[in-house]
């Protein structure tokens, strides 16, 4: 897999990708979301969403594995969905972290077409057709393509990133962004609480100067 994301990036969409040398590495922002993913910068205390290629702001947080096993993200795998939506992982975000169990398996069941199996340390893992992938991973993939988009609008290598995080997560679903985002080639500067990074970002587009409570 991490082979695959290697030339995934450095031969996203077809073309050739040289990044310029000597110039500072750029950070971003990661919200890795249940339903959609986003990536941003902050420019002179300006707030800009990165667009992907197709234009859009959001990556659907959708990844899946056709029938010939070639991976699919975002809008192609949604669109993989409608025909084969148990050849897709969604909303995996409900299981970062977790440990499996037969009640998490049959819960799952009933919300979503694909199955979750036990992984050796009975880690949660997604079974999409003849493919047993770790939670971990669809989330390294996703945070590939976003790290993909940002390189794009730099021009240059992307290896920071803040990555946001639900406020109850436990120690062991906060380790988890860490490690999709290490293997999607990313150092995580800080996880960041969500309704955090909402006052942040609330503060830095309507120049708020003052205290503020987050709860």
């Given amino acids: 897999l991490r082979v695959a994301l290697t030339k995934r990036r450095r031969a996203i969409r077809g073309t050739s990708r040289n990044f310029s040398s000597g110039v ?7 919200d890795l979301g249940t339903t959609n993913s986003a990536v941003a910068t902050a420019t002179g205390g300006t707030l800009r969403l990165i667009e992907r290629a197709t234009g859009q702001r959001l990556l659907p947080s959708l990844v899946g594995i056709t029938e ?21 992982a969604s909303a995996t975000k409900r299981f970062i972290g977790q440990r499996w169990t037969s009640e998490l398996s049959a819960k799952s069941r009933q919300l979503y077409p694909y199955t979750l199996v036990a992984g050796p340390q009975e880690d949660v893992r997604i079974k999409l057709g ?21 390189e794009d609008h730099f ?13 109850n997560f436990t ?3 906060r380790a988890a962004p860490r490690e999709a985002a290490e293997i999607a080639g990313l ?8 309704p955090t990074a909402a006052a942040m970002a609330y503060g830095l587009a309507n120049g708020f100067t003052g205290s503020a409570l987050v709860f």
Avoid: C, K, W, Y
Wanted: glycine share 8%; no cysteine; net charge negative.
């Fill in 24 to 30: 500072a590495t750029p950070s971003i922002g990661i």
């Fill in 155 to 167: 021009g240059r290598e992307v290896t920071e990133a803040v990555i946001t995080v639900p406020a």
């Fill in 68 to 88: 010939e096993g070639t991976r699919v993200v975002g809008d192609e795998a949604r669109l993989l969905a409608e025909t084969s939506p148990e050849l897709v």
């Fill in 130 to 150: 003849g493919h047993t992938i770790p939670i971990s991973q669809i989330s390294g993939i996703l945070l590939s393509e976003m790290r993909a988009d940002a």
């Fill in 171 to 173: 120690d062991a679903q």
């Fill in 187 to 194: 150092r995580v500067l800080r996880l960041l609480n969500e």
